[in-house]
């Protein structure tokens, strides 16, 4: 991309109007594509949102022989996984430092051709996300795995992949969907205990249990798998994604906007509505979606801890940061997924922002980051004014937050590296045009 076609020129300081919609999740549209990879014929996904990372997994689903056919207008993909083959080594490599997705072919790969190879793993730096849990699991299933390979990962499975008992130390969303992918067609039986359970990976249970997989779920954050000898295509219509649309709810609230969400439904959101409300905050859920506004007056400071599902996801933290700084007093975020998701805050106090951050601990909850010397928790005072000013986009979250920032500052902002966020924010742009913002 052309440098300057990278840069947001914004001009702050207007209420964000209007409607909006979102489609399906991010987080979940990826994987459903991988997941049509286990069964020969073909599958539909629809209400999948036209962002970059389904373009990518499109094109490393290609290089497999599988067949994808995009259609970005209406939201549909269809792929055709009869024929699978082995990738060039170099035109995965190339593909592969956009996305971090490559990992979790190596299920579906091994048991439809003996053999995956998995190239070195891109996406956000937002701190450490170990491809750790994802071999042990894989070994564990009976997979060989040689990491002494020059260009990346090979893995085979000489005698198939078979069911086991399988522990997660932490419920990594990961780690659950390659055990998930790789289990369903193994042999046995294989008990998942301390897995993810997010909406999206329900979502993910609900498209190989189309596909014909046996997968039980349990209270207790345990999945039972019984392997099935095969599986077919299916056909299925996303989730709406949650992060999108409480990013928009930030939005609104930064801003002192008003704005319907097209799409976005309450059940994977209600903590995200619960804060939203004690923040001052005000919105209605309909069947249509659900409208997100600033009410007038003061917003009030709130402590948040950031967890797995059903806590404060992650990835709601960064835009109601932005927000919190016009809060009337002292609020906290003590983050406890990833240790360096605090780094998007230093543009936020170059702004006018008053945000300190700690090593310590500020909340409650068990957190893995304790003693470990990271800036992992966030004090934030206010209200602050903000004031427009040049912004690099570090990562997708933290990006869009900026351009929140630039949103709700006064004065002209310059965001440069936008096409981050491309990778989980669909027509971005336009959805500013459609709520009156000023930019270009």
């Given at each position: 991309?052309?440098?300057e076609?990278d840069?947001?020129h914004?001009?702050?300081?207007?209420?964000?109007?209007?409607?909006?919609?979102?489609?399906?999740?991010?987080?979940?549209?990826?994987?459903a594509?991988?997941?049509?990879?286990?069964?020969?014929?073909?599958?539909v996904?629809?209400?999948?949102?036209?962002?970059?990372?389904?373009?990518?997994?499109?094109?490393?689903l290609?290089?497999?022989?599988?067949?994808?056919?995009?259609?970005?207008?209406?939201?549909?993909v269809?792929?055709?996984?009869s024929?699978?083959?082995?990738?060039d080594?170099a035109?995965?490599?190339?593909?592969?430092?956009s996305?971090?997705?490559?990992?979790?072919?190596?299920?579906?790969?091994?048991?439809?051709l003996?053999?995956?190879?998995?190239p070195?793993?891109?996406?956000?730096?937002?701190?450490?996300r170990?491809i750790?849990?994802?071999?042990?699991?894989?070994?564990k299933?009976g997979?060989?795995?040689?990491k002494?390979h020059?260009?990346?990962?090979?893995?085979?499975?000489?005698n198939?992949?078979?069911?086991?008992?399988?522990?997660l130390?932490y419920?990594?969303v990961?780690?659950?969907?390659?055990?998930?992918?790789a289990a369903?067609l193994?042999?046995g039986?294989?008990?998942?205990s301390g897995?993810a359970?997010?909406?999206?990976?329900?979502?993910?249970?609900?498209?190989?249990?189309?596909?014909g997989?046996?997968i039980?779920v349990?209270?207790d954050r345990?999945?039972?798998?019984?392997?099935?000898?095969e599986?077919?295509?299916?056909?299925?219509?996303?989730?709406?994604?949650?992060?999108?649309a409480?990013?928009?709810?930030?939005?609104?609230?930064?801003?002192?906007?008003?704005?319907?969400?097209?799409?976005?439904?309450q059940?994977?959101m209600i903590?995200?509505?619960?804060v939203?409300?004690?923040?001052?905050?005000?919105f209605?859920?309909?069947d249509?979606?659900?409208?997100?506004?600033?009410?007038?007056?003061?917003?009030?400071?709130?402590?948040?801890?950031?967890?797995?599902?059903?806590?404060?996801?992650?990835d709601?933290?960064?835009?109601?940061?932005?927000?919190?700084?016009?809060?009337?007093?002292?609020s906290?975020v003590?983050?406890?997924?990833?240790e360096?998701r605090?780094g998007f805050?230093?543009?936020?106090?170059?702004?006018?922002?008053?945000?300190?951050?700690?090593?310590?601990?500020l909340?409650?909850?068990?957190?893995?980051?304790?003693?470990?010397?990271?800036?992992?928790?966030?004090v934030?005072?206010?209200p602050?004014?903000?004031?427009?000013?040049d912004?690099?986009?570090?990562?997708?979250?933290?990006?869009?937050?900026?351009?929140?920032?630039?949103?709700?500052?006064?004065?002209?902002?310059?965001?440069?590296?936008?096409?981050?966020?491309?990778?989980?924010y669909?027509?971005?742009?336009?959805?500013?045009?459609?709520?009156?913002?000023?930019?270009?």
């Open positions: 991309m052309n440098p076609e840069v947001l914004v001009e702050g300081g207007k209420p964000l109007n209007g409607t909006i919609k979102v489609r399906g999740a991010k987080n979940f549209v990826s994987k594509m991988v997941a049509a990879l286990l069964a020969p014929g073909k599958s996904l629809k209400n999948v949102p036209e962002i970059r990372d389904v373009h990518v997994v499109s094109d490393l290609r290089l497999h022989g599988v067949e994808v056919d995009v259609d970005g207008a209406n939201g549909i269809t792929i055709d996984a024929h699978v083959q082995l990738a080594v035109d995965v490599d190339t593909l592969s430092g996305s971090r997705i490559p990992i979790l072919f190596s299920g579906p790969l091994v048991h439809r003996g053999e995956a190879f998995i070195a793993l891109g996406g956000c730096n937002i701190g450490g170990p750790d849990f994802h071999l042990e699991t894989l070994r299933l997979a060989t795995v040689d002494e020059k260009d990346g990962i090979h893995i085979t499975a000489p198939g992949l078979h069911g086991a008992k399988i522990h130390p419920p990594s990961g780690a659950t969907e390659q055990t998930l992918l369903v193994a042999e039986k294989t008990e998942l897995a359970t997010e909406p999206e990976i329900m979502d993910l249970v609900c498209v190989l249990q189309k596909m997989a046996i039980s349990d209270v345990t999945f039972r798998i019984e392997g099935v000898k599986l077919s295509g299916y056909t299925h219509t996303s989730l709406t994604d949650r992060i999108e409480a990013s928009w709810a930030s939005a609104a609230l930064a801003t002192h906007g008003d704005i319907f969400v097209k799409g976005a439904t059940p994977g903590t995200f509505l619960n939203f409300r004690k923040v001052g905050g005000k209605e859920v309909t249509k979606g659900i409208r997100f506004w600033h009410p007038g007056g003061d917003l009030h400071p709130v402590a948040i801890e950031t967890d797995v599902h059903p806590g404060f996801m992650t709601w933290q960064q835009p109601l940061v932005v927000a919190l700084t016009q809060a009337n007093g002292l906290i003590h983050e406890t997924v990833y360096n605090f805050t230093k543009p936020l106090v170059q702004m006018g922002a008053t945000i300190q951050l700690y090593r310590e601990c909340g409650s909850l068990p957190c893995r980051f304790q003693q470990r010397n990271y800036k992992h928790s966030a934030i005072f206010g602050t004014p903000l004031t427009g000013r912004i690099d986009v570090p990562d997708l979250r933290g990006g869009f937050s900026h351009l929140i920032a630039a949103l709700a500052a006064s004065g002209p902002s310059d965001v440069h590296g936008i096409s981050l966020i491309d990778r989980g669909a027509d971005f742009r336009g959805k500013l045009a459609a709520l009156g913002a000023d930019f270009d």
